[in-house]
């Protein structure tokens, strides 16, 4: 299968698992994944057989089994107006056709002219207000319709913003190693005209970024996107360490290190990483300092903590693991999702127990917000 129609079935799927989840199927991030896997893994030709593997792979109980069919065939059919089994009137504009691929259209049945409209329509240029609105949208609230397009102008920037930092940091380190003196001395046989620069002292060492992402429950409407994010930044810094925690903490730097998303989700389901679990923000943390401390931190290091701060622990804990992590890097940045929105205060136990250790406490709860990350990089 072409790359190109790989992520976009990909994409589809990913599509398929929220409009589930949207309309009474309790699947998690971590089922997404191992629908992704199961897809990969069988003939995409056979339409049974696809349906029955996202069907066993999505489907926790004798309930979401039988409602399974009615939203497979809602979704996959390409109604122009898809409506949840459980939706009101108010919301029967809320799902709308999907375009699908070569593979997709395998599964659908549709017709060559339709596949030609579908074609087309997908290859149609985002207007800028688009951007703009799909930018401010909060991640939990993304319609189905517009998650693809939000996925292509997110790897977009997030690939600009990693481009310029990279640029940025290497004027920096020229600016800050030439020795203006010596360079002005060295030019006066050439005519005055500084050819070769004169360098002072050694090479600044790089910043390293550590990603600390939290994959919890509470945090399961953000946390596949922030992935994304993560890859972003891991494929165009040469020194990102990225780790997942709910629970438990799971590294995930060697699959990051991928030349394709799509393959790095699907890796992702082969980790344990507790996905949609509950959330000791504190434990997860000492078990890092204790495991992956010593190599990945450093008084050159950016950490920076991806969660929402709902944590299950005891908050003195995540205060004395937090205050330990400080002391060994340069900044300690921690981006929550729920900073986005109005209402919100930063007044429960672990994220108060938190906040004296952190440097930058900023929102991460759309796209816009992620970009922010910028300037503080």
Not at 165 to 177: D, F, M, Q, V, Y
Request: hydrophobic share 40%.
């Amino acid at each position: 299968m072409p790359q190109a129609e790989a992520d976009h079935l990909t994409a589809t799927i990913v599509q398929f698992c929220q409009f589930a989840r949207d309309n009474g199927l309790s699947n998690s991030v971590g089922q997404t994944l191992t629908a992704l896997e199961a897809a990969n893994s069988i003939a995409l030709a056979d339409r049974q057989v696809f349906a029955l593997a996202l069907r066993t792979v999505l489907s926790s109980s004798k309930e979401e089994w039988d409602l399974f069919s009615k939203i497979f065939e809602l979704f996959w059919s390409h109604p122009q107006n898809a409506v949840g089994p459980d939706s009101k009137e108010s919301k029967e504009r809320r799902f709308n056709a999907h375009t699908p691929g070569e593979s997709s259209r395998a599964l659908l049945g549709l017709s060559g002219d339709d596949a030609s409209q579908s074609e087309r329509e997908s290859k149609a240029v985002l207007g800028a207000s688009a951007q703009q609105r799909l930018q401010k949208v909060d991640l939990a609230d993304v319609p189905v319709d517009d998650l693809l397009a939000l996925e292509q102008i997110s790897m977009r920037l997030f690939r600009e913003m990693s481009l310029r930092l990279a640029r940025r940091r290497k004027i920096k380190n020229l600016a800050e190693r030439v020795d203006v003196r010596r360079t002005i001395r060295r030019s006066i046989p050439r005519g005055g005209d500084p050819i070769v620069l004169a360098f002072r002292g050694r090479k600044p060492r790089k910043h390293k970024l550590v990603i600390f992402l939290d994959v919890s429950g509470s945090m399961n409407s953000y946390s596949l996107f922030l992935v994304r994010f993560a890859y972003a930044l891991q494929k165009y810094f040469k020194s990102v360490n990225t780790f997942l925690f709910s629970t438990n903490v799971v590294e995930i730097t060697d699959l990051l290190h991928t030349r394709d998303l799509p393959d790095a989700l699907r890796g992702l389901s082969q980790r344990a990483a507790g996905w949609a679990g509950g959330t000791k923000i504190g434990d997860s943390l000492r078990d890092f300092n204790r495991q992956h401390g010593k190599r990945s931190l450093s008084r050159n290091t950016v950490f920076i903590i991806l969660s929402d701060g709902w944590d299950t622990g005891e908050p003195d804990l995540l205060a004395g693991e937090l205050r330990n992590t400080r002391r060994r890097v340069r900044e300690l940045i921690w981006l929550n999702p729920l900073l986005g929105l109005e209402e919100y205060a930063p007044v429960t136990r672990g994220m108060s127990a938190a906040l004296p250790y952190v440097d930058v406490f900023a929102a991460a709860h759309n796209l816009e917000s992620l970009l922010a990350l910028e300037r503080y990089l």
